[in-house]
C-alpha cells in the first residue's frame, strides 16, 4: 500500500515527503514490466517517456494559467479582449 505524505498543505518539505510517497509505486510499476519480459533499458525509456509528458503538461498549463491571469487583468481593467 502507498501512503501518502506526512503532512497535510503545504511545507518546506512536502516535494521530499510526496517523492517518497511515490517510491513503492514507481518500484511496483517497474517490477512488474521486469516481470514482464520488458528490458531494464526499455522500462527506463518508457519512464522516461512519462516525465517528459508530465513536464509537457505542466509547461502547457502554465502557460494557460498565464493567459487566464492576463484576460482577468483585462476583464478587471475594462478593456476588451
Do not use: H, W
Not at 521530499?16 to 509505486?25: F, K, L, N, R, S
Not at 512488474?32 to 526499455?42: D, S
Not at 503538461?57 to 487583468?73: C, D, G, H, P
Request: charged residues 30%; proline residues 4%.
Amino acid at each position: 500500500m502507498i501512503s501518502g505524505p506526512s503532512r497535510e498543505g503545504d511545507y518546506p518539505d512536502r516535494e521530499v515527503d510526496c517523492q517518497e510517497a511515490m517510491e513503492p509505486g514507481f518500484q511496483a510499476i517497474v517490477d512488474c514490466m521486469l516481470g514482464a519480459g520488458r528490458a531494464r533499458g526499455e522500462v527506463l525509456r518508457s519512464l522516461r517517456r512519462l516525465i517528459a509528458a508530465d513536464n509537457m503538461t505542466q509547461k502547457e498549463n502554465a502557460k494557460v494559467e498565464v493567459e487566464l491571469a492576463i484576460a482577468r487583468a483585462m476583464i478587471r481593467a475594462g478593456k476588451a479582449l
